[in-house]
Nanobody, 123 residues
Framework: QVQLVESGGGLVQAGGSLRLSCAAS????????VAWFRQAPGKEREFAAG????????YYADSVKGRFTISRDNAKNTVQLQMNSLKPEDTAVYYC????????????????WGQGTQVTVSS
């Protein structure tokens, strides 16, 4: 199982930016896809952004499209989530997750999870 460690969360004002990072313990993520999910208090965990490692295809939830950018660093086996124009409704714990193969971006499709990092956007 892949071990994942997120970093980069924090408190920011609405309209501001944050950059999250996820470090993976495997030697290579070539056969994996990596996603960022988020969970706000009292709500279900939801997909935010994902990347297919082998071809760099990227996917976004409609709620973050145009504001968030997911990217990878092959040499460091890390995935970043650049979050711009943040809104109070982006407040949540953000989780990095990995899965081998597949194309469904639901939490149940991912087998390895990080511990999460808190993002709080004040109005």
């Amino acid at each position: 199982q892949v071990q994942l460690v997120e970093s980069g969360g924090g408190l920011v004002q609405a309209g501001g930016s944050l950059r999250l990072s996820c470090a993976a313990s495997v030697r290579t993520l070539t056969t994996y896809r990596v996603a960022w999910f988020r969970q706000a208090p009292g709500k279900e965990r939801e997909f935010a952004a994902g990347i297919m490692w082998h071809d760099n295809d990227r996917y976004y939830a409609d709620s973050v499209k145009g504001r968030f950018t997911i990217s990878r660093d092959n040499a460091k086996n890390t995935v970043q989530l650049q979050m711009n124009s943040l809104k109070p409704e982006d407040t949540a714990v953000y989780y990095c997750a990995t899965a081998k193969y597949g194309s469904v971006w639901l939490p149940t499709s991912f087998s390895s999870w990080g511990q999460g990092t808190q993002v709080t956007v004040s109005s």
